[in-house]
């Protein structure tokens, strides 16, 4: 980034904060998109599944465990695609929706909610897809995206009766 690239930004972050908009200018845009697309495919599944928020997601030990995992098979795909995350920067990434969005019901549980598809192929979906690619298993997002397809196909069904 150039220096003139970081005035521009700084202006346009000015103005979202004096609108009451939180902005922040990202060194790494990947980096932080891949850490939001961790946080989707750490919690919104399990959120659809189990019908609950993030903060209680995390009051189970087994659903901490199952986040773990996740996030472990997630790093190694973002290795692969180039994307330096640390664990600590994951594991940070992931405690912190569990804090500061802690009442928040994932839109993947409000789409079953609301008896429509939801973006789990898009999520856990995707990288179980890079997973093949690269061959390496990703048997706990695979589960995840099983379960909520289950649900999904459910919900189609009881539509059609």
């Given at each position: 980034m150039t220096d003139q690239d970081l005035k521009i930004f700084a202006t346009i972050r000015q103005l979202f904060t004096e609108a009451g908009i939180p902005c922040a200018i990202a060194q790494d845009i990947k980096k932080q998109m891949w850490l939001k697309f961790l946080v989707n495919c750490s919690y919104n599944g399990i959120s659809a599944?189990?019908?609950?928020?993030?903060?209680?997601?995390v009051a189970f030990l087994e659903v901490r465990n199952?986040?773990?995992q996740i996030t472990k098979e997630f790093l190694l795909i973002a290795h692969k695609e180039g994307v330096g995350i640390s664990e600590c920067e994951a594991r940070e990434a992931n405690e912190s929706i569990a804090k500061t969005m802690a009442t928040q019901i994932s839109s993947t549980a409000q789409?079953?909610?609301k008896?429509?598809?939801t973006e789990i192929n898009y999520w856990n979906g995707y990288?179980?897809?890079?997973?093949?690619?690269?061959?390496?298993?990703m048997l706990c997002k695979l589960s995840v995206c099983a379960m909520?397809?289950?649900?999904?196909s459910?919900?189609?069904?009881s539509a059609l009766d």
């Open positions: 599944i189990g019908g609950i928020s993030n903060g209680d997601m199952l986040i773990d789409d079953l909610g008896g429509r598809e990288i179980v897809a890079l997973g093949k690619r690269y061959g390496i298993e909520v397809k289950l649900l999904e459910q919900i189609q069904s």
